[in-house]
């Protein structure tokens, strides 16, 4: 049967995605914190956000071109960078980074992805975005950007919503060995859940297992035994204003700071001269009394002023959500969950999907408003 026909929406994606890959890996995608609140109103925000259309505008043929710092895209949506997306589909980075170009949007590399900088700068291309999470040590910080520079990405996303591990209480649930804190033993219930998905248990093994490609010459370097634990070391809460203020002047590029949602946050982090804020509450993975990002966009556009580019997450399911997102103030918009749902369900051929039904939903919802391009769209509650 046709891929649309079968999986016409994102979210009927999710359930094959829990078939296909073990449930700890779910657990690790899935997750919010605590009683997921924060994850629930995020989508409870974005259900609340009505569009009134107006009609007789005449044939529209939406336009969905968009540009950031000057340079052009074919959507006003992007992958947002999700740690690990390898073990929760061998090569998901690559399978999106080539979608994004394909397609012309922005891909967005974790620092705790499996694939390296050099790999992804192979499959997205110029869509190649690099996320930070900042190294205690500032050699490594220095060299990351090097490598990011080198291989021609422009814009840096620094991320600032993780001062600590946060609880991740499905993922204990489901016995998953994940995370930051350095425990990553393998116990007998996550090789029983591994071998019921041995089509993902093959192509992990085949593929390495857990890599850390970004941060492994590192690793390496200071004789770490545990490659996890070393990340933990190095990357939990050592982002402070003063670093901030040295990864700005240690990359010439574009710089946005993610993980904002207060208005006094992004004015001093564009006063330090940051170009553009992520308004994003990580999905509602981190704080479950965090508000949903699109309530604080307003009072961020306040403090920042007119011209700095605002880009949201969190909760975004569809094309219909981008359209909202754009309405209620956004200038771009970031999908996490939503991307690897469709690459853990279809492999190779998920990131085409997911690409392709954002993109039918965006112009869908643009005619039925009438909207021929994003900045009329950008106006419509403006
Ligand atoms: C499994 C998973 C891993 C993530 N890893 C990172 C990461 O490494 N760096 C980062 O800045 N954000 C990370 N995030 C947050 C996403 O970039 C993004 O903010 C969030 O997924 C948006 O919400 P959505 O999943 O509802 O679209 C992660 C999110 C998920 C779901």
């Known amino acids: 049967m046709d891929l649309m026909n079968k999986y016409p929406r994102l979210t009927d994606l999710e359930a094959p995605a829990a078939r296909r890959i073990p449930k700890f890996v779910f ?7 605590g009683q997921d609140h924060a994850k629930d109103n995020n989508r409870a925000y974005l259900d609340g956000i009505e569009l ?7 044939r529209v043929n939406p336009d969905l071109s968009t540009q950031i710092f000057g340079v052009g895209y074919n959507a006003p949506f992007g992958v947002a960078p999700v740690g690990l997306s390898s073990l929760i589909w061998p090569g998901a980075e690559s399978i999106l980074g080539a979608a994004a170009k394909a397609h012309g949007f922005p891909y967005i590399l974790s620092t705790v992805a499996g ?13 190649a975005w690099f996320q930070l999470y900042a190294p205690k040590d500032r ?6 950007l090097r490598r990011a520079k080198e291989h021609g990405y422009q814009n840096l996303v620094v991320t600032a919503d993780v001062p600590a591990p946060s609880r991740r209480e499905h993922m204990r649930i489901a016995g998953a060995p994940l995370g930051s804190r350095g425990n990553s033993s393998f116990t007998p219930r996550v090789i029983w859940q591994s071998m019921l998905r041995p089509e993902w248990a ?40 003063d670093y901030l203020a040295e990864i700005r002047k240690s990359w010439d590029g574009n710089m ?15 006063n330090l001269g940051i170009d553009g804020i992520v308004v ?3 999905g509602g993975r981190q704080l479950d009394a965090a508000p949903a990002p699109l309530a604080k966009l307003a009072a961020i556009r306040a403090a920042v002023g007119p011209d700095v580019p605002l880009v949201v997450d969190s909760g975004i399911r569809s094309g219909l959500d981008v359209v909202r997102a754009l309405s209620a103030g956004a200038d771009f918009v970031l999908l996490g969950r939503g991307f690897m749902y469709a690459v853990a369900a279809l492999g190779k051929k998920g990131g085409h999907h997911a690409a392709t039904i954002l993109l039918e939903e965006v112009r869908d919802v643009m005619a039925q408003l ?7 769209v950008k106006r419509l509650n403006r």
């Open 27 to 33: 657990a690790y995608l899935d997750s919010g914190t």
């Open 52 to 58: 009134t259309p107006q009609f007789m505008r005449g």
């Open 115 to 127: 694939e390296s900088i050099e790999m992804v700068a192979q499959s997205a291309g110029k869509m």
């Open 139 to 144: 050699a490594i910080m220095k060299d990351l």
């Open 202 to 241: 093959v192509r992990t093994l085949l593929n390495g297992g857990a890599r850390f490609r970004n941060m492994e010459p590192y690793a390496k370097q200071h004789g770490a035994g545990q490659i996890t634990k070393f990340i933990g070391e190095q990357l939990n809460g050592s982002l402070d204003w």
């Open 256 to 270: 946005f700071l993610k993980g904002i949602l207060h208005g006094q946050d992004a004015a001093r982090a564009v």
């Open 280 to 282: 994003s509450n990580h």
């Open 370 to 376: 009438g909207l021929k391009t994003i900045d009329e």
